[in-house]
Antibody, heavy 122, light 111 residues
Framework: EVQLVESGGGLVQPGGSLRLSCAASGFTFSSYSMNWVRQAPGKGLEWISYISRSSTTIYYADSVKGRFTISRDNVKNSLYLQMNSLRAEDTAVYYC???????????????WGQGILVTVSS | QSVLTQPPSASGTPGQRVTISCSGSSSNIGSNTVNWYQQLPGTAPNLLIYSNDQRPSGVPDRFSGSKSGTSASLAISGLQSEDEAEYYCAARDDSLSGYVVFGGGTKLTVL
C-alpha cells in the first residue's frame, strides 16, 4: 500500500525556518517524481515545488522561490522541504504528492499524504 | 486569483447531473492535459480524472471529464450525497511564471 506521511510542521515565528519531511513507503520511491502542494486555511490548493526522480530537475512556484528548497533522499525514501524566511502567508497545510504511475503529467498526483499544518505567527 | 477559473459553487439534488467548468488559457489547458481532484471535508485531495477524461481505478463512471480548447469540464451524473465536496482542476502551465496551476475550487452541495 502506498503511503506518504508528512512530519515537521508546527508553529514558527515570521522570519523563521522549518523543515518538512515526507516518508514514502509501499512503492519504489526513486522511480517517481514528487511535489509539495499547500492549502491555506479555507483556501484552495497551491502547487509549490517539484523534484524529478534523480533530483536533476527542480521547479518552484514564484511565491516560494528563493526561500524554500525541495530535496529528496532515495536511500531513505524521503522527500523534504526546507522553508526559510517564513511569512504569515505561508501558513497552510502542506501535502507531499506523488506523480506518475498511470498518468505522466506533472500536474497529475496519484497519491497524497495526509498533510501537515505549518503556522507562521508571532 | 487563480490562473484556472472555476465557479465557486455548484449544487444539485440526488440523481441529477451537474457540471463544473474550468477555464484557462493557451499556456495551460490549451496545450496540456487537465486533471481533476476531489477533496472531501477534512481530508487530502484525491485524483478523480486524469488526462482530461480518464478515470483512475475505483472512481465510479458517474464522473467524467472533457476538454475543448482552453476549457475543461467535470460532469457528475446520478448525484449522490457523498459527492458533496470541493473539486479542483489542475494543469501544467508553460508560461514563464508557473509550472502547475490549480483552479480556485468549486464547492459542490447536494441539496
Amino acid at each position: 500500500e502506498v503511503q506518504l506521511v508528512e512530519s515537521g510542521g508546527g508553529l514558527v515565528q515570521p522570519g523563521g525556518s522549518l523543515r518538512l519531511s515526507c516518508a514514502a513507503s509501499g512503492f519504489t520511491f526513486s522511480s517517481y517524481s514528487m511535489n509539495w502542494v499547500r492549502q491555506a486555511p479555507g483556501k484552495g490548493l497551491e502547487w509549490i515545488s517539484y523534484i524529478s526522480r534523480s533530483s536533476t530537475t527542480i521547479y518552484y512556484a514564484d511565491s516560494v522561490k528563493g526561500r524554500f528548497t525541495i530535496s529528496r533522499d532515495n536511500v531513505k525514501n524521503s522527500l523534504y522541504l526546507q522553508m526559510n524566511s517564513l511569512r504569515a502567508e505561508d501558513t497552510a497545510v502542506y501535502y507531499c504528492a506523488r506523480n506518475g504511475g498511470y498518468c505522466s503529467s506533472i500536474s497529475c498526483y496519484t497519491y497524497w499524504g495526509q498533510g501537515i499544518l505549518v503556522t507562521v505567527s508571532s | 486569483q487563480s490562473v484556472l477559473t472555476q465557479p465557486p459553487s455548484a449544487s444539485g439534488t440526488p440523481g441529477q447531473r451537474v457540471t463544473i467548468s474550468c477555464s484557462g488559457s493557451s499556456s495551460n489547458i490549451g496545450s496540456n492535459t487537465v486533471n481533476w481532484y476531489q477533496q472531501l471535508p477534512g481530508t487530502a485531495p484525491n485524483l478523480l480524472i486524469y488526462s482530461n477524461d480518464q478515470r483512475p481505478s475505483g472512481v465510479p463512471d458517474r464522473f467524467s471529464g472533457s476538454k475543448s480548447g482552453t476549457s475543461a469540464s467535470l460532469a457528475i451524473s446520478g448525484l449522490q450525497s457523498e459527492d458533496e465536496a470541493e473539486y479542483y482542476c489542475a494543469a501544467r502551465d508553460d508560461s514563464l511564471s508557473g509550472y502547475v496551476v490549480f483552479g480556485g475550487g468549486t464547492k459542490l452541495t447536494v441539496l
